[in-house]
């Protein structure tokens, strides 16, 4: 199984959300996050949470099989993209198993 975490830009989201559902990723976390990268946003100020001066990003989770990873990326590129400078970045993790709580049951065979 892979984890892919993926950082992007609040405007955004909704589109890589949908384009994900569609294509069968119906499990995912949303965190709202702020980036401290590279890229500055035009008007970034120091945060009341986190006293920092950045970019606000939202972070996708999400676990798939190995099989699935490369289109789960793909869709994110392809909807995460714009013209600005500061679009994300996303990581790709290998997940040795997960089990559902109420069961206990692996999922490692399942799809998620």
């Known amino acids: 199984m892979k984890e892919i975490k993926a950082f992007v830009k609040q405007n955004r989201i909704h589109e890589i959300i949908e384009?994900?559902?569609d294509n069968g990723?119906?499990?995912m976390t949303l965190s709202q996050a702020e980036g401290t990268g590279a890229f500055k946003a035009k008007g970034a100020r120091p945060s009341l949470d986190f006293h920092v001066t950045d970019s606000?990003?939202?972070k996708i989770e999400l676990?798939?099989?190995n099989e699935e990873a490369q289109a789960a990326i793909d869709i994110i590129l392809a909807h995460g993209k714009?013209?600005?400078p500061g679009d994300g970045i996303i990581y790709l993790s290998n997940i040795e198993d997960a089990f559902q709580i109420k069961t206990g049951?692996?999922?490692k065979s399942h799809n998620l």
Do not use: H, I
């Open 19 to 21: 384009a994900l559902t």
């Open 25 to 27: 990723f119906k499990s």
């Open 56 to 58: 606000p990003v939202v």
């Open 63 to 65: 676990v798939c099989q």
């Open 82 to 84: 714009t013209e600005e």
């Open 105 to 107: 049951e692996s999922l």
